[in-house]
C-alpha cells in the first residue's frame, strides 16, 4: 500500500511545505516591475536542487532566467513535466490588502500572500509530493521535470524563444501547466488545453487635431467610424461575422459533452456574483458551458474616444481606440485569424483603421480525453479526493498548454492545483486553502503513481 | 457728416479704451472655478455708470450677479440691446501661455489675454463707440441696453430664469450676441442666429462588476450593446435616422443661399488646419458650407468603455458611455428633440439605455435678414470697413440667441466683434488684433446710426 503511506506522508510534511510557502512567497517578484527575478529563480533552482533535482538557471536575451530541473529515476519509466512561474501579479491597490502581501500568514485555515495560488504555492505543494515519494520509497515512480519562468504574469514574452531552442529537454509523457482551482464546495478541476488568444487594438484617426463639434456637419468622425468596421465583426449574439472566422474552430465531441453534462457549472451563482440579469444563450446551464467552452469570442474590452470626464466637452475628436479580445478555441491559430480579420477590414472599406495585435503569444490547445495524463490525472482525483475531478475540455482562459501541446508536443493538463474558486488571483487578499494545499498535492503524488 | 467724425473720433479713443480693456482683463473671472465674479460685476456696473448708462446689478439664485445698464435718448429712437459676459475660460495649460494670461499685454499689433476676445473686449469696443457718439454729439443716435452675466462659459445655468424674469426691460428693436469674429484676411462676418445644442450621455450598464473576458461567450457586452444602439441613431453619411428628427428643421430660403453663395468659407484652409483628408459631403465649398450651416449633426465627442490605458487587460466590462452632441437648425427644439430620441431607443429595444441630457439650456434661432438689425449691420459694415460683411444664416456654434430672439422677441445678430479667427478662444495666447478692435468699434458705431 505504497500510495496510501505516501499520502500520509504529505500530510505529515505539510507545515514544513508551507514553512517553505511562505519563504518562496517573501521575494517580492512582481514581473511588471521586474522586481526581484534573479534572487526568486536562484531560490527556485536551489529547491529544486535540495530536492533531488539536477537543477540550472537557462538565461533569456533579455528577459529572467527560466529555472530548469530534472529527476530521472528510470528511462523505462514514463516523464512528467511540470510547468510554474515564479513571478505574481502587481500587488495595488495595496490598501485592499487586509495583510502585508509579502509578509505571508496562515489564519483561518487559509494561507494568505501574493503568488500563493498563482503559482508559487503550485510549485511547493508538488515538490511535497516529491519529498512524499522519497521519504517512503526513496524517489517517485517516475521521471519528473520542472520548468519554472519568471515573466508569465507579463504574458511570457521570452519563454517562447525559450521552448522552441530547448524542445529536447522538456520532452515528456505529460505536463501539467500551472495550477487550476477548486470549486467551492471542493470539488477538483482539471482541464485538458486552453483557448487561445489574439488581442488587437484597433485605432481609427480621421484628422490631427480635435475640431469643436460644430464642424461635425462635414467633419469626420473617428468614433462613429470604428464603431461601423466594428459592427462588420459581430451580431449581436455575439457570431463573429468574418468570413471563415470558425473554419479551423474544433467542434464538441460525444465524450466531451459527456463531462460537460456531469458539470457541476452553475449560471445562476455566476449572475449573483456579476449583477448580470440576462445571459447570452439563454438560462440553460449545459447550453450555456457549451457555449462558454466552444465559441470563440470578440470582445471590446476597451473603447476610448473624445472627452470622458465628467460634464460636457463640445468636442469631434480626431482618434478612437478600441482593444479587441478574440478567444479562440482548439485549432485557431492567431497568425491565421490576424490575416483573415485583416483581410475583411480591408473588404469592407476600412484599410484606414490601424489593426495593432498585442505580443501575447498564449494559443490555443487541447489534447484527447485519452491521453495519458488525462487518465492518471482522473485516477489520481479518485486517490486523493475519493471522487472523480470536474473536466473542462480545456480551459476558457488562455495558458501556456500551447508551448508545450504544440511545440514540444508534450500533451498538457491544468488542475486542480491549490487554489479555489475565491483565491483572488490578480487581487487583494490572495489566498488559498490548507485543505486544497493538502488535496492538490496528494493529488499529485497519485497522479504521479498512475501516470 | 456726423458719422464721419465719430468714426475718426472712435479711433482717437482707442488707447484709452484699450487701457480700460487692460484693467478688466486683470480680474481672473474664470467661472468654472467661480473665481473673481463680484468684483467683476462691480467693475462692469461702474463703467457702465461712467459711460452715461443706469446701471444695476441682478442678483440671480446661487449664481453671480448680472449686470444691466440702459441709456435713454428718446422713446421715439429704436433701441439695441447688447449681451455680453464677463466670465472666462480657465486658463490651462499655462505652460503653454507665452505670457501672464491676466496680465495683459499689446505686442505686435495685438492685445493678449484672457478674455479680450471671449469676451470683455467686446464690451470695452462697444462702450468706445459710445463714448465717440457722446464726444461728438454729446448722446448715441439710439437707445442702448447692456446685459452682461457671469456664468456663460460654464453654460449659462442661472441667466435663464433672469431673462424670464426680467423681459420687460430687455426689450429692444434688435440686439447683439457676443462677439462673433473677422475672418484672417480681415472681412467681417456677422451671424443672424445660431443653432441649438441636446448633448446627452447614453449609459449602458449590464453588470454591477467588470468580468474576465474569458466569460464573453455567455456574458453580456456593454460596450457592444451601446454600440448597436447608436447604430440606430445614424447612418455612415451623418444622416440621422431618428423618426421625425428633422421634421421642424429650417430649410435655406433663396436668400439665404445668395449669402453662401459670396462666402469665402475655404474648406481647404479647414482641412489643412485640422489634418483632415476627406469631408463628409465632397469638396464643394458651398455645399459643405450649406450642410454645415442647416445640417443637424449627431456626434460622438466622448466614448468610454473597460479598459483604456496602455497594453492588453482581458475584461468585459459592466459599463459603457457615451457623450452625444446634437446640433439643432433653427425650429427644432431641445425638449421635443430630446423626446423623439427617447421614444425611438424604447421602440428599438434599448429601453435599458440610460439617457441623460446635461443642463445646458443653448436653443437654436433665426431671423430674417429682412430684420432691422441685420440691415444695420450690413450698411454698419460698409460704413466701417468699406465693403459687405460675410452673411452666415445663423452660427454654426450655439449661443444666447435664443434668450432673445424666443424668450424676449428681440431679433438677434453676432459678429463682426474684435476678434478674428486666430483669437485662440478658450485656449492658450487668446488675443485680438487692434485693427479688429478699431474695426468692431467703428462698426458698431455705425450701425447705431444705421438702425
Not at 531560490?43 to 529544486?48: G, M, N, S
Not at 479562440?328 to 484599410?351: C, D, I, S, W, Y
Amino acid at each position: 500500500m505504497t500510495l496510501e503511506d505516501v499520502l500520509l506522508q504529505v500530510e505529515s510534511g505539510t507545515d514544513k511545505a508551507l514553512e517553505t510557502l511562505k519563504e518562496y512567497c517573501r521575494f517580492p517578484t512582481i514581473s511588471a516591475h521586474k522586481k526581484a527575478q534573479p534572487e526568486t529563480a536562484a531560490f527556485v533552482r536551489r529547491l529544486l536542487a535540495e530536492n533531488g533535482f539536477e537543477a540550472r538557471e537557462y538565461p533569456t536575451e533579455g528577459g529572467p532566467n527560466v529555472v530548469f530541473g530534472q529527476m530521472m529515476v528510470d528511462e523505462r519509466k514514463p516523464t512528467l513535466l511540470m510547468y510554474q512561474h515564479y513571478d505574481v501579479q502587481p500587488v495595488d491597490p495595496l490598501n485592499e490588502w487586509k495583510r502585508d502581501p509579502f509578509d505571508p500568514t496562515i489564519q483561518d485555515g487559509k494561507f494568505w500572500g501574493r503568488g500563493c495560488g498563482d503559482t508559487k504555492g503550485n510549485l511547493i505543494m508538488q515538490l511535497l509530493a516529491v519529498q512524499a515519494w522519497r521519504a517512503v520509497e526513496g524517489r517517485p515512480p517516475i521521471n519528473l521535470k520542472f520548468v519554472v519562468e519568471g515573466e508569465e504574469e507579463v504574458g511570457s514574452p521570452h519563454f517562447a524563444s525559450f521552448v522552441h531552442a530547448n524542445k529536447e529537454i522538456l520532452k515528456a509523457d505529460g505536463a501539467t501547466i500551472e495550477g487550476g482551482d477548486h470549486l467551492h464546495e471542493g470539488t477538483p478541476k482539471i482541464e485538458l488545453g486552453c483557448k487561445g488568444i489574439l488581442y488587437v487594438e484597433m485605432v481609427s484617426r480621421t484628422a490631427s487635431v480635435d475640431q469643436h463639434s460644430s464642424y461635425a456637419a462635414i467633419a469626420p468622425n473617428p468614433a462613429w467610424r470604428l464603431i461601423h468596421a466594428l459592427m462588420t465583426l459581430r451580431d449581436a449574439k455575439g457570431r463573429i461575422k468574418v468570413p471563415g472566422w470558425y473554419e479551423d474552430a474544433r467542434r464538441p465531441t460525444a465524450r466531451e459533452l459527456r463531462f460537460l453534462k456531469s458539470s457541476l457549472f452553475s449560471s445562476q451563482a455566476l449572475k449573483g456574483f456579476w449583477g448580470v440579469s440576462e445571459f447570452i444563450g439563454g438560462d440553460n446551464d449545459f447550453e450555456l458551458l457549451r457555449r462558454l467552452i466552444y465559441s470563440p469570442t470578440c470582445t471590446i474590452c476597451g473603447f476610448v474616444s473624445g472627452y470622458i470626464e465628467q460634464g460636457t466637452k463640445t468636442v469631434n475628436p480626431a482618434v478612437a481606440k478600441a482593444k479587441i479580445d478574440f478567444r479562440l478555441v482548439p485549432n485557431m491559430k492567431q497568425e491565421k485569424q490576424l490575416a483573415k480579420l485583416r483581410e475583411h477590414l480591408k473588404t469592407k472599406g476600412f484599410g484606414d483603421i490601424e489593426l495593432m495585435p498585442a505580443a501575447e503569444k498564449l494559443e490555443s490547445a487541447a489534447i484527447s480525453p485519452s491521453a495519458r495524463v488525462v487518465k492518471a490525472a482522473i485516477k489520481g482525483s479518485i486517490d486523493a479526493y475519493g471522487r472523480e475531478p470536474e473536466v473542462w475540455p480545456w480551459s476558457i482562459g488562455a495558458s501556456a498548454h500551447g508551448f508545450f501541446n504544440e511545440v514540444v508536443g508534450v500533451p498538457s493538463i491544468s488542475g486542480p492545483g491549490v487554489s479555489y474558486d475565491g483565491s483572488n488571483f490578480h487581487a487583494p487578499n490572495e489566498n488559498i486553502r490548507l485543505t486544497d494545499f493538502v488535496g492538490g498535492s496528494k493529488h499529485m503524488a497519485a497522479m504521479f503513481a498512475r501516470m
